[in-house]
C-alpha cells in the first residue's frame, strides 16, 4: 500500500515540477471577503483579463495566482456580489484583500456575467452549491426553512418519506453520507423524529453536495459529501436576524469584538409547543384527578468565534449544540386522602453536540495550511418507568436504554498553487471513534429488595487514519483531476487498509460544451444499523469487525455540462455504482429484540447496485432563480440470507424523481416561491396470502381457535402510490431605516395529496357479498399545512 502511495504521490508531484513554465513570474495572493461584513466568500472566481489565467477561493476564501511579470487585471466575482477590477503592475510577489459589495440588484451582476465561475469550466462533476439566499427564499413547511429538505429536491437525491429530511444518494443508504458542519460529522441530523432538520439556516453561510467523481480529498462514506459552513460573524459592525413561527422561534447575533480582528456569532432556535400545550393537558388531566407533567421541544444553538492574528494567521473555534426533549410524568392518587398513589415517567432524548477549532495558515504566497481538532458526540436516551406507593410501602421499576458515538479528529490539509495549471492538495487526519451499541439497564424495587442489571453490547473503540494527495491539472481544453485517498481502521486487533484511486476529467469542445467523466473508489468503517422502513433515534451506530467487513464501493459517471445564455447552467449526467459489504437486519431481526445477543448476530452484508441518469438545469442569478431536477435511476439489493438470496429492489429505488423549484421578485417589496415535487411510490414488502391455522390459546387447557397466518411475498415487490405535492410561498418585505421586517405566507401540499407514509392490512366490508375482504391501505401524515412566519433583520 505504501508503494502505491508514494507511486501516486511521485507521479503527481513529477507532473507538477514538469509543467512550471520558465519565464519569470510573481505570485497574487490573498483573501476574497465581504466588504461589509468580512465574510470570507468560498469558491469566489479570481481571473487575469489579459492571459485568462485564474483560479477559486478555497473553503477559507483564500487564492494564489501566479503570472508572468507584467500589468494585470485582476477580475474577482461571486454570485450576489458587484464584480470588481483591479490593475495591477506585477514585478514582484504581492498580498492583496479583495472586497466585494452584495448587489442590491442581481441584475447587476448579469452584466458582466461571462466573468463568472462556469460550471463548464470546472473538472468536477457531480457536485452542487446552492445559495443559501435561495434556499431561505423556498417553500418551508410550518415555515421552517430547512436545509436538508431543499437538498432533497436535486437530482439524485431522495427523501426518506413523507416530511422525513433522511437523505438517499444515487442508492446510498443514510449512514453512507458524510454530512460536515464546519468540517465536524453530524450523526443524527434530524428533529421531530425527521420532520426538521438541525440545521440553521439563519446560522449557514454555504452549502455543498458532492454525489460522485469525490476528489482525494474526501472519504469515509460511499454515496455523498453534504459540506454545510456557518458564518464567521461580522467583523465590521453588530448585526441581528431572527423570526417567528408557528413551532419555533429563532435569533441571530453577530458583530465584532475587536473591529477587523475578532468577532463572534451566536444562533439559537427553540420550539415551544411545551408552553401552549402544557397548561392545556395539565387542566384537562386534573379535571381527571391525574396531574401530567410535559416536556416536549427541540433545540439548537450555534456558536463560532474568529481571531485574526495577521494577514498570515487564523483561529476559528465552532461550536454546535442541539437536542430533542420528550418526556410525560403522570401521578395518579387514589382512596381521596392520597394514601396511594402511582406515578408513570417515560421519555426519550436524542443529542448532538459538535465543536471545531481551526487554526489557518498561509505558509507562502503559494502554499496555506489548515490545522483542525475536532469532536462530536451523538447519544440517545430512552426512559420508562413506574412507582407505586401504598401508605409507607413502595414498588418501582424502571427501564433505561442508551445508545450513541463519540469521535475525536485531528486533521491537517493544504493546499499549494504553483502556478494556475494546477491546484495541489494533500494532508491527513486521525479519528479515534467510540461506539455505545444499546445497553438497557433494568432497576427494580420491591419491599426492601432491590436488583439491578445491564443487558446489551459493551463499548467499542476504534482508530481510523487517512492520507491523501490530488492535483487538479490544465492542459488547455484538458483539465483533470487526479488523486489517490488510503485509509486504514483498527478495532480491537482487527486492522483493515485501503487505497481509493480517483479521477475526474473535462474536456472543453470549440462550442463551450464540456465533456466530463470520473471515477471513484471508496471505503466506509462505520455503519448504522436501522429499520428499512423507517429512520429513527434509536438506530445504531456500530464499527466494521473482524466480522463485518467494510462497506466498499466504485463509482464510474459520464456527463456533459454548459452555460446557456449567461444563466442557465445544464448538465446531463449518467452514473454506475457498485456496493459491496452492504449491511443490514437479518429477516425477522431488531436490535431491541434480543438485546443479551450481540448485535453482530444480527447482521447480514450484501451486494448494492445503482445507475441511473441525472437532468439538472439551474438559474442562480437573477429576478428569477431556481432549477429543474430529473433522475431515471434503478437501485436493487442482493443479500444471501434475505429474499432467498435473490436479488431485490431498495426500499427506495425510484424509477423518476421531478423537481421544480422557481423563485421570482416581483418587486423589492413582495417575493414568491413554488416547489412541485414528483416520485415514483417506495418498493413495500406485503403479505400475498393467507391461511387458517388450528391453535391453542391456552397451555394449561384445551382453549383451541383459528388463526390466520400470512405469508409475505418477495421482498420489496409492491409500489406504493407515486408521490406528488406543491408548496407555495409568498414574502412581503417592508424596509424601515434601522431594521428589515417580512411577513411570509406558505402552504405545504397546497392541492392536499395523500401522499402514502406507511401502508397497513385491513379488512373491509363488502356489501355485495356480505363478508369482509382482506385490504391494503395507505395512510397519509400530512395534509395541506397553512403556515404564517414574521422574520426581522437590524
Given at each position: 500500500?505504501?508503494?502505491?502511495?508514494?507511486?501516486?504521490?511521485?507521479?503527481?508531484?513529477?507532473?507538477?515540477?514538469?509543467?512550471?513554465?520558465?519565464?519569470?513570474?510573481?505570485?497574487?495572493?490573498?483573501?476574497?471577503?465581504?466588504?461589509?461584513?468580512?465574510e470570507?466568500l468560498?469558491?469566489?472566481?479570481?481571473?487575469?483579463?489579459?492571459?485568462?489565467?485564474?483560479?477559486?477561493?478555497?473553503?477559507?476564501?483564500?487564492?494564489?495566482?501566479?503570472?508572468?511579470?507584467?500589468?494585470?487585471?485582476?477580475?474577482?466575482?461571486?454570485?450576489?456580489?458587484?464584480?470588481?477590477?483591479?490593475?495591477?503592475?506585477?514585478?514582484?510577489?504581492?498580498?492583496?484583500?479583495?472586497?466585494l459589495?452584495?448587489?442590491?440588484?442581481?441584475?447587476?451582476?448579469?452584466?458582466?456575467?461571462?466573468?463568472?465561475?462556469?460550471?463548464?469550466?470546472?473538472?468536477?462533476m457531480?457536485?452542487?452549491?446552492?445559495?443559501?439566499?435561495?434556499?431561505?427564499?423556498?417553500?418551508?413547511?410550518?415555515?421552517?426553512?430547512?436545509?436538508?429538505?431543499?437538498?432533497?429536491?436535486?437530482?439524485?437525491?431522495?427523501?426518506?418519506?413523507?416530511?422525513?429530511?433522511?437523505?438517499?444518494?444515487?442508492?446510498?443508504?443514510?449512514?453512507?453520507?458524510?454530512?460536515?458542519?464546519?468540517?465536524?460529522?453530524?450523526?443524527?441530523?434530524?428533529?421531530?423524529?425527521?420532520?426538521?432538520?438541525?440545521?440553521?439556516?439563519?446560522?449557514?453561510?454555504?452549502?455543498?453536495?458532492?454525489?460522485?467523481?469525490?476528489?482525494?480529498?474526501?472519504?469515509?462514506?460511499?454515496?455523498?459529501?453534504?459540506?454545510?459552513?456557518?458564518?464567521?460573524?461580522?467583523?465590521?459592525?453588530?448585526?441581528g436576524?431572527?423570526s417567528?413561527?408557528?413551532?419555533?422561534?429563532?435569533?441571530?447575533?453577530?458583530?465584532?469584538?475587536?473591529?477587523?480582528?475578532?468577532?463572534?456569532?451566536?444562533?439559537?432556535?427553540?420550539?415551544?409547543?411545551?408552553?401552549?400545550?402544557?397548561?392545556?393537558?395539565?387542566?384537562?388531566?386534573?379535571?381527571?384527578?391525574?396531574?401530567?407533567?410535559?416536556?416536549?421541544?427541540?433545540?439548537d444553538?450555534?456558536?463560532?468565534?474568529?481571531?485574526?492574528?495577521?494577514?498570515?494567521?487564523?483561529?476559528?473555534?465552532?461550536?454546535?449544540?442541539?437536542?430533542?426533549?420528550?418526556?410525560?410524568?403522570?401521578?395518579?392518587?387514589?382512596?381521596?386522602?392520597?394514601?396511594?398513589?402511582?406515578?408513570?415517567?417515560?421519555?426519550?432524548?436524542?443529542?448532538?453536540?459538535?465543536?471545531?477549532?481551526?487554526?489557518?495558515?498561509?505558509?507562502?504566497?503559494?502554499?496555506?495550511?489548515?490545522?483542525?481538532?475536532?469532536?462530536?458526540?451523538?447519544?440517545?436516551?430512552?426512559?420508562?418507568?413506574?412507582?407505586?406507593?401504598?401508605?409507607?410501602?413502595?414498588?418501582?421499576?424502571?427501564?433505561?436504554?442508551?445508545?450513541?458515538?463519540?469521535d475525536?479528529?485531528?486533521?491537517?490539509?493544504?493546499?499549494?498553487?504553483?502556478?494556475?495549471?494546477?491546484?495541489?492538495?494533500?494532508?491527513?487526519?486521525?479519528?479515534?471513534?467510540?461506539?455505545?451499541?444499546?445497553?438497557?439497564?433494568?432497576?427494580?424495587?420491591?419491599?426492601?429488595?432491590?436488583?439491578?442489571?445491564?443487558?446489551?453490547?459493551?463499548?467499542?473503540?476504534?482508530?481510523?487514519?487517512a492520507?491523501?494527495?490530488?492535483?487538479?491539472?490544465?492542459?488547455?481544453?484538458?483539465?483533470?483531476?487526479?488523486?489517490?485517498?488510503?485509509?486504514?481502521?483498527?478495532?480491537?486487533?482487527?486492522?483493515?487498509?485501503?487505497?481509493?484511486?480517483?479521477?475526474?476529467?473535462?474536456?472543453?469542445?470549440?462550442?463551450?460544451?464540456?465533456?466530463?467523466?470520473?471515477?471513484?473508489?471508496?471505503?466506509?468503517?462505520?455503519?448504522?444499523?436501522?429499520?428499512?422502513?423507517?429512520?429513527?433515534?434509536?438506530?445504531?451506530?456500530?464499527?466494521?469487525?473482524?466480522r463485518?467487513?467494510?462497506?466498499?464501493?466504485?463509482?464510474?459517471?459520464?456527463?456533459?455540462a454548459?452555460?446557456?445564455?449567461?444563466?442557465?447552467?445544464?448538465?446531463?449526467?449518467?452514473?454506475?455504482?457498485?456496493?459491496?459489504?452492504?449491511?443490514?437486519?437479518?429477516?425477522?431481526?431488531?436490535?431491541?429484540?434480543?438485546?443479551?445477543?450481540?448485535w453482530?448476530?444480527?447482521?447480514?452484508?450484501?451486494?448494492?447496485?445503482?445507475?441511473?441518469?441525472?437532468?439538472?438545469?439551474?438559474k442562480?442569478?437573477?429576478?428569477?432563480?431556481?432549477?429543474?431536477?430529473?433522475?431515471?435511476?434503478?437501485?436493487?439489493?442482493?443479500?444471501?440470507?434475505?429474499?432467498?438470496?435473490?436479488?431485490?429492489?431498495?426500499?427506495?429505488?425510484?424509477?423518476?424523481?421531478?423537481?421544480?423549484?422557481?423563485?421570482?421578485?416581483?418587486?423589492?417589496?413582495?417575493n414568491?416561491s413554488?416547489?412541485?415535487?414528483?416520485?415514483?411510490?417506495?418498493?413495500?414488502?406485503?403479505?400475498?396470502?393467507?391461511?387458517?391455522?388450528?391453535?391453542n390459546?391456552?397451555?394449561?387447557?384445551?382453549?383451541?381457535?383459528?388463526?390466520?397466518?400470512?405469508?409475505?411475498?418477495?421482498?420489496?415487490?409492491?409500489?406504493?402510490?407515486?408521490?406528488?405535492?406543491?408548496?407555495?410561498?409568498?414574502?412581503?418585505?417592508?424596509?424601515?431605516?434601522?431594521?428589515?421586517?417580512?411577513?411570509?405566507?406558505?402552504?405545504?401540499?397546497?392541492?392536499?395529496?395523500?401522499n402514502?407514509?406507511?401502508?397497513?392490512?385491513?379488512?373491509?366490508?363488502?356489501?355485495?357479498?356480505?363478508?369482509?375482504?382482506?385490504?391494503?391501505?395507505?395512510?397519509?401524515?400530512?395534509?395541506?399545512?397553512?403556515?404564517?412566519s414574521?422574520?426581522?433583520?437590524?
Amino acid at each position: 500500500m505504501i508503494k502505491k502511495i508514494l507511486l501516486w504521490g511521485f507521479l503527481i508531484f513529477g507532473i507538477v515540477i514538469q509543467c512550471q513554465a520558465q519565464s519569470e513570474k510573481y505570485t497574487i495572493s490573498g483573501y476574497v471577503e465581504d466588504a461589509d461584513t468580512g465574510e470570507k466568500l468560498i469558491a469566489a472566481n479570481v481571473y487575469d483579463v489579459f492571459t485568462g489565467s485564474g483560479t477559486v477561493t478555497n473553503t477559507y476564501g483564500f487564492f494564489s495566482i501566479t503570472l508572468p511579470k507584467d500589468s494585470v487585471v485582476l477580475s474577482s466575482s461571486y454570485i450576489g456580489y458587484q464584480d470588481q477590477e483591479q490593475r495591477i503592475y506585477l514585478d514582484k510577489d504581492m498580498s492583496i484583500t479583495i472586497k466585494l459589495s452584495s448587489s442590491l440588484d442581481l441584475e447587476v451582476v448579469e452584466v458582466v456575467a461571462d466573468r463568472q465561475k462556469r460550471i463548464e469550466e470546472e473538472t468536477q462533476m457531480s457536485k452542487v452549491e446552492v445559495p443559501i439566499k435561495q434556499i431561505k427564499k423556498l417553500p418551508a413547511l410550518l415555515g421552517e426553512v430547512d436545509v436538508l429538505k431543499t437538498i432533497q429536491l436535486l437530482p439524485g437525491v431522495q427523501s426518506g418519506g413523507e416530511g422525513q429530511t433522511g437523505l438517499y444518494v444515487r442508492g446510498g443508504s443514510p449512514d453512507q453520507n458524510l454530512i460536515l458542519l464546519d468540517g465536524v460529522p453530524v450523526y443524527n441530523v434530524s428533529h421531530l423524529l425527521g420532520i426538521f432538520s438541525v440545521f440553521n439556516a439563519d446560522a449557514i453561510k454555504n452549502v455543498t453536495l458532492t454525489k460522485g467523481g469525490f476528489p482525494a480529498r474526501y472519504g469515509g462514506r460511499l454515496s455523498s459529501v453534504l459540506e454545510i459552513n456557518m458564518k464567521e460573524g461580522n467583523l465590521q459592525e453588530f448585526h441581528g436576524e431572527g423570526s417567528i413561527g408557528l413551532i419555533t422561534s429563532k435569533l441571530t447575533l453577530e458583530g465584532p469584538i475587536i473591529k477587523d480582528k475578532t468577532s463572534f456569532l451566536v444562533s439559537a432556535r427553540r420550539t415551544y409547543a411545551d408552553f401552549i400545550a402544557k397548561p392545556i393537558i395539565k387542566s384537562q388531566a386534573n379535571n381527571g384527578g391525574e396531574d401530567i407533567d410535559l416536556t416536549l421541544y427541540f433545540y439548537d444553538l450555534n456558536a463560532k468565534i474568529q481571531h485574526k492574528f495577521n494577514e498570515k494567521h487564523r483561529l476559528f473555534l465552532s461550536a454546535y449544540s442541539g437536542a430533542d426533549v420528550f418526556k410525560s410524568i403522570i401521578k395518579e392518587s387514589n382512596n381521596g386522602g392520597g394514601s396511594s398513589s402511582t406515578e408513570f415517567e417515560g421519555g426519550i432524548d436524542w443529542s448532538n453536540l459538535i465543536a471545531a477549532l481551526r487554526w489557518n495558515w498561509e505558509i507562502n504566497k503559494k502554499l496555506f495550511s489548515n490545522t483542525t481538532l475536532t469532536y462530536s458526540r451523538y447519544k440517545i436516551d430512552f426512559v420508562s418507568g413506574i412507582k407505586e406507593i401504598e401508605d409507607e410501602l413502595s414498588a418501582s421499576f424502571s427501564a433505561k436504554y442508551l445508545s450513541g458515538i463519540r469521535d475525536w479528529t485531528g486533521k491537517i490539509d493544504f493546499d499549494y498553487i504553483p502556478n494556475p495549471n494546477h491546484y495541489v492538495r494533500f494532508g491527513a487526519s486521525a479519528t479515534q471513534h467510540n461506539y455505545s451499541p444499546g445497553a438497557l439497564t433494568l432497576d427494580s424495587e420491591f419491599e426492601e429488595v432491590k436488583f439491578d442489571t445491564l443487558i446489551g453490547s459493551d463499548n467499542i473503540n476504534s482508530m481510523e487514519y487517512a492520507l491523501y494527495i490530488e492535483d487538479d491539472i490544465k492542459w488547455g481544453a484538458l483539465k483533470a483531476n487526479v488523486g489517490v485517498h488510503a485509509s486504514a481502521f483498527s478495532v480491537e486487533g482487527q486492522n483493515y487498509f485501503s487505497v481509493q484511486p480517483r479521477l475526474g476529467l473535462r474536456y472543453l469542445l470549440n462550442n463551450n460544451y464540456a465533456l466530463k467523466a470520473s471515477f471513484s473508489t471508496m471505503t466506509q468503517y462505520i455503519n448504522l444499523l436501522t429499520s428499512e422502513s423507517l429512520s429513527s433515534p434509536t438506530d445504531l451506530w456500530v464499527p466494521s469487525t473482524d466480522r463485518v467487513k467494510p462497506q466498499q464501493s466504485w463509482q464510474a459517471a459520464l456527463g456533459i455540462a454548459r452555460t446557456f445564455k449567461e444563466d442557465y447552467e445544464i448538465s446531463l449526467e449518467g452514473y454506475y455504482k457498485e456496493m459491496d459489504n452492504v449491511i443490514s437486519f437479518k429477516e425477522g431481526a431488531s436490535f431491541l429484540l434480543g438485546l443479551e445477543n450481540d448485535w453482530q448476530d444480527k447482521v447480514t452484508q450484501g451486494f448494492g447496485k445503482s445507475y441511473g441518469l441525472e437532468l439538472f438545469i439551474q438559474k442562480k442569478r437573477g429576478k428569477t432563480t431556481g432549477w429543474l431536477g430529473y433522475t431515471l435511476a434503478w437501485n436493487n439489493r442482493q443479500f444471501d440470507a434475505i429474499n432467498n438470496g435473490k436479488e431485490f429492489p431498495y426500499r427506495y429505488d425510484r424509477r423518476h424523481d421531478l423537481s421544480l423549484v422557481v423563485a421570482h421578485e416581483f418587486t423589492p417589496k413582495i417575493n414568491a416561491s413554488m416547489a412541485w415535487i414528483y416520485g415514483t411510490g417506495n418498493a413495500v414488502t406485503i403479505p400475498i396470502y393467507q391461511y387458517p391455522v388450528l391453535t391453542n390459546y391456552s397451555s394449561n387447557s384445551n382453549n383451541f381457535g383459528i388463526q390466520q397466518i400470512q405469508s409475505l411475498g418477495e421482498k420489496n415487490a409492491f409500489r406504493m402510490s407515486d408521490y406528488h405535492r406543491l408548496d407555495l410561498s409568498v414574502e412581503f418585505v417592508k424596509k424601515k431605516k434601522r431594521y428589515e421586517r417580512a411577513w411570509v405566507i406558505s402552504v405545504y401540499n397546497t392541492y392536499w395529496h395523500k401522499n402514502p407514509y406507511y401502508i397497513i392490512a385491513d379488512n373491509e366490508y363488502d356489501p355485495a357479498t356480505g363478508t369482509s375482504k382482506p385490504v391494503f391501505k395507505e395512510i397519509s401524515i400530512l395534509p395541506i399545512i397553512p403556515s404564517v412566519s414574521y422574520k426581522f433583520k437590524f
